[in-house]
């Protein structure tokens, strides 16, 4: 079936240092969210992204759409304890009498101070 | 605004019983979801509305499972009997009008079926 498959799945890094996370797809996807968890929370939206080869950024958040639109990623740059938790990508497609939604299982972050 | 409310936040049952988990979205949303998150299989959509009708209930796991949103403000999943590997945070999610729109979540409730 559909899926999104993200890499890696746990990350541990020192505080300082840049982190990556990738989330790929077998088909060609209209548009690719990212949410992120901290432990114990509720996943939170951060970003969408439509367009191909699309870069947004968000303070150290950067996020890019492949040419292809078949991957995405999300690059954190400068680590801070604030970024721990686990993001996830996600296919989201709802309307009339179907949908298509699809979220990978997650690269759980770690940061050392 | 109030985000997506759901209760309870903690629920520790005996197996065999009725579960009743709630939810009320953001007002405004017209999408629902119910979504239960456990670390072998991650997050897992159940089953959504659009404008109260069910429109992809095919996460259910099995009978037991049941869903309904009688009103725009308000939804519930139950569980009848629950049975230990029920045990997961069951979300509740809202979204707005349009085929892609953010999805908002719940705190959560967490179950624990002894």
């Known amino acids: 079936g559909q899926q999104v498959m993200q890499i890696p799945q746990y990350q541990h890094v020192q505080e300082g240092e840049d982190f990556t996370t990738y989330c790929n797809s077998s088909t060609t996807l209209s548009n690719i969210q990212w949410y992120k968890q901290r432990p114990g929370g509720h996943p939170v939206f951060l970003i969408q992204?439509?367009?191909?080869?699309e870069v947004k950024k968000q303070k150290r958040l950067t996020f890019q759409f492949g040419e292809a639109k078949k991957n995405s990623s999300l690059h954190i740059t400068a680590t801070q304890t604030t970024d721990v938790g686990t993001y996830f990508c996600?296919?989201?497609?709802?309307?009339?009498?179907?949908?298509?939604?699809?979220f990978g299982k997650g690269t759980k972050l770690s940061v050392k101070p | 605004d109030a985000g997506v409310i759901q209760s309870p936040r903690h629920e520790v049952t005996e197996m065999g019983q009725e579960v009743t988990l709630r939810c009320k979205p953001i007002?405004?949303?017209?999408?629902l979801f119910w979504y239960r998150q456990t670390m072998m299989r991650g997050l897992e959509l159940l089953i959504y509305?659009?404008?109260?009708?069910?429109?992809?209930d095919s996460g259910m796991p099995e009978d037991r499972f049941s869903a309904k949103m009688p009103n725009a403000s308000f939804s519930t999943l139950k569980i009848q009997p629950s049975e230990p590997r029920d045990s997961a945070v069951y979300f509740c999610a809202s979204a707005g009008e349009g085929s892609n729109q953010p999805q908002h979540f719940g705190d959560g409730t967490r179950l624990s079926i002894l």
């Open positions: 007002s405004g949303h017209d999408y």
């Open positions: 509305f659009n404008n109260n009708v069910p429109i992809d």
């Open positions: 996600a296919r989201l497609y709802y309307g009339g009498s179907q949908g298509n939604l699809i």
């Open positions: 992204l439509v367009k191909s080869g």
